[in-house]
């Protein structure tokens, strides 16, 4: 590979994709024939496969890396998937068949729309990872690369990140380890998928095809899910489990028996595997438990114990690795959060006030009004919930249809289990994104739902005379779709082209990472036994040297030292042979030193302590001297 | 809007203004904040 981890052409990760996705369904359906799950639309048991597939994937991942078998991982991956294809082979999806019948164009518009949707993603997935994907190159493709290099998974106390829940990672991992990012980068597109086809199986056996075509259309028509399902984050995989979670609680509630509450448990388990944020949702779904066992006099035959115990049983075993290696290796099970109460190795005080005040930093308040408008700041003003306020259409937007059609599918359908249920969990979602930290792609898992609400105030619409009403919301909604779809493919020409082969992965990477250069230099030409440290730059996944991260923990802290011989007494504390330093630290050390206030990087440059071996726009690849 | 309440002409039009309103309205915020109107508010970094 010239380009580190990424496959030269999309044949291999696009194969081993497909093998992929049959072990993870085959894998679900022993799950689901394990715990003799009967009913259920066809395609929500197949999403719900899917999801506990992926899971028992990722443990499986776990596992491994655990032991200190990432080395043997391409082989020992081999044992889920024959598994999961057995699985396939053997094991029907169940679940009956729903009636055919003769698509309408309406529908066919829908599924044209997701079809074309789910290309334009799936090209852009397979391109390498550009700069944009910050995350991604930072620690969710980084971590699990790392590991790999280390035939473990072991604790990196320069990186927070990496000790958070990594359900999703762990499917990077075993990508990374098989092929390359770009098979990793599809299996967030698949999570994306799978919520998809979730809201599809929740809302057609209640309110038909269309209905549920529509609630799969809205939430891919957000331009923020289209760019998640391009990138290696894991948002789409928190969306998957609570939408699955969703999806199984009603049908419990509706009767198809006490199993479907265990495999809601199954998925907020993977919930809480992606982030911590997911208890918000399970604390939700166990309250409605609580009521509904209590409400419904047949219920209590059995208990209203057993199924609190069937909805939080298999949540807590199933996320309990992660945060038992949490606290085993840092002292906090959800590090670094909670800092003030329960500490954590590596984090301070000031870190946890920096960090806390980034998170409060997003968003336009936390008053009374604010909580009122926020569906319609988020829907009017999305890039004042992100990073990018330069491209608010691209990586920071809805579109218009949940804020359009969501409060009518409300209004309409408020007496459904399906309404209520979504609404509750939607709600205390957001609830919560509006304290913690209101960042646009944190809400995304509350758009699921959302997107149930909007299919069904679609549908009314869609329906209502007279004719001119009707006429006039099809226009609408056809031209939301096409402006989502003319984004999405406006995005996504450059990846696309890549991965076409009309631009090579180089030329891409150039314009698409500009401190790329600088990686594949020191990749070409820096000692095997270098140890880099990244200052001010966090994306060191195409390093191909041992690198840590300076100042984002105590182990290593770079910009808050007292001179240039304190600044090296750390280097050399830590074995740090270079620094990477970004421009914008550059710049920001060289505007210190201009207005005569010191600066250890410049005062170590000017004793020779430090020398700039390579520059490349703007950023720097520094040696460190002496001993 | 089920079919065993059909709701009334007003709440059709109030429903199909508000899905004009919020489409609209969407758009035209985002093509304004592009062109530079909003900068005043101050955008994330």
Redesign the interface.
């Known amino acids: 590979m010239t380009i580190p981890w990424t496959e030269p052409n999309p044949i291999l990760p696009l194969a081993l994709f497909l093998v992929g996705i049959a072990a993870c369904l085959g894998l679900g359906r022993l799950v689901m024939h394990a715990l003799r799950v009967t009913g259920g639309d066809p395609a929500l048991r197949t999403a719900v496969a899917l999801a506990a597939g992926t899971l028992m994937l990722g443990l499986y991942t776990l596992a491994v890396g655990l032991l200190g078998g990432l080395r043997l991982l391409p082989y020992l991956l081999v044992i889920p998937t024959v598994l999961g294809l057995v699985g396939v082979v053997a094991l029907r999806g169940g679940g009956g068949a729903s009636p055919r019948r003769e698509r309408t164009n309406t529908q066919t518009v829908l599924l044209g729309f997701l079809g074309v949707t789910g290309l334009i993603c799936l090209l852009t997935a397979l391109a390498p990872a550009g700069g944009n994907d910050w995350d991604g190159l930072s620690y969710h493709l980084a971590a699990p690369a790392i590991w790999l290099g280390h035939g473990r998974i072991d604790f990196l106390p320069w990186d927070h990140h990496s000790n958070f829940p990594f359900l999703h990672e762990m499917l990077y991992l075993a990508a990374l380890a098989v092929s390359g990012q770009g098979l990793a980068k599809l299996f967030h597109l698949l999570a994306g998928a799978v919520t998809c086809l979730t809201l599809f199986g929740m809302v057609r056996p209640r309110h038909g095809m269309t209905a549920g075509l529509l609630a799969a259309a809205v939430f891919a028509s957000a331009p923020i899910v289209a760019w998640e399902a391009g990138v290696a984050f894991s948002d789409l995989a928190l969306a998957m489990y609570l939408a699955v979670a969703l999806g199984c609680w009603l049908a419990w509630r509706e009767g198809s028996g006490d199993r479907w509450l265990a495999l809601c448990g199954i998925a907020l388990g993977g919930a809480l595997g992606v982030k911590v944020t997911a208890g918000v949702a399970a604390v939700t779904l166990a309250a409605m438990t609580l009521a509904r066992a209590r409400a419904v006099p047949s219920h209590r035959k059995a208990g209203v114990g057993y199924r609190l115990a069937l909805i939080a049983l298999p949540a807590l075993v199933l996320a309990l690795p992660w945060y038992l290696k949490t606290y085993l290796w840092t002292g906090n099970p959800v590090y670094p959060f909670l800092y003030d109460t329960l500490g954590g190795r590596w984090w301070s005080a000031a870190l946890a006030r920096g960090y806390r005040a980034e998170q409060l930093?997003?968003g336009m308040g936390r008053s009374l009004p604010m909580l009122l408008l926020a569906p319609v700041n988020l829907?009017?003003?999305?890039?004042?919930f992100?990073?990018?306020?330069?491209h608010?259409?691209i990586y920071n937007?809805l579109?218009?249809?949940f804020?359009?059609?969501a409060?009518?599918g409300l209004i309409?359908?408020w007496r459904q289990p399906l309404v209520r249920a979504g609404a509750l969990v939607a709600g205390t979602w957001l609830l919560a994104w509006f304290i913690l930290c209101q960042h646009l792609r944190y809400a995304l898992p509350a758009l699921a739902p959302v997107a149930v609400l909007a299919a069904l105030?679609a549908?009314?619409?869609l329906?209502?005379?007279p004719g001119r009403?009707r006429l006039?919301?099809r226009v609408?909604i056809g031209?939301?779709l096409v402006?989502s779809l003319a984004v999405n493919v406006w995005s996504s020409t450059a990846q696309v082209r890549t991965t076409l082969g009309l631009v090579s992965q180089e030329e891409y990477l150039a314009a698409a990472f500009p401190e790329y250069p600088l990686f594949a230099w020191a990749n070409a030409n820096l000692p095997p036994e270098s140890r880099v440290a990244l200052v001010g730059e966090t994306r060191g996944f195409y390093l191909q040297r041992p690198y840590v991260w300076a100042d984002h923990s105590t182990w290593l802290e770079v910009s808050d030292t007292q001179g240039a011989q304190d600044l090296l007494r750390r280097l050399h504390h830590r074995g740090i042979t270079h620094l990477l330093a970004s421009s914008a630290y550059l710049q920001s050390a060289m505007r210190r030193a201009q207005a005569g206030n010191e600066d250890a990087l410049f005062e170590a440059l000017e004793r020779g302590r430090l020398r700039v071996i390579q520059e490349s726009r703007g950023n720097a690849l520094l040696e460190v001297r002496g001993g | 809007m089920t079919p065993e309440r059909r709701p009334s002409r007003i709440a059709r039009l109030a429903a199909l203004g508000w899905v004009v309103l919020a489409v609209a309205a969407c758009y035209v915020a985002q093509v304004v904040y592009f062109l530079g109107a909003y900068s005043g508010l101050g955008g994330r970094r």
């Open positions: 930093g997003f829907t009017l003003l999305p890039a004042m992100g990073n990018l306020p330069e608010p259409l937007s579109g218009p249809l804020l359009a059609l409060p009518l309409a359908g105030g549908v009314g619409v329906a209502a005379r009403v006039t919301a609408l031209l939301a402006i």
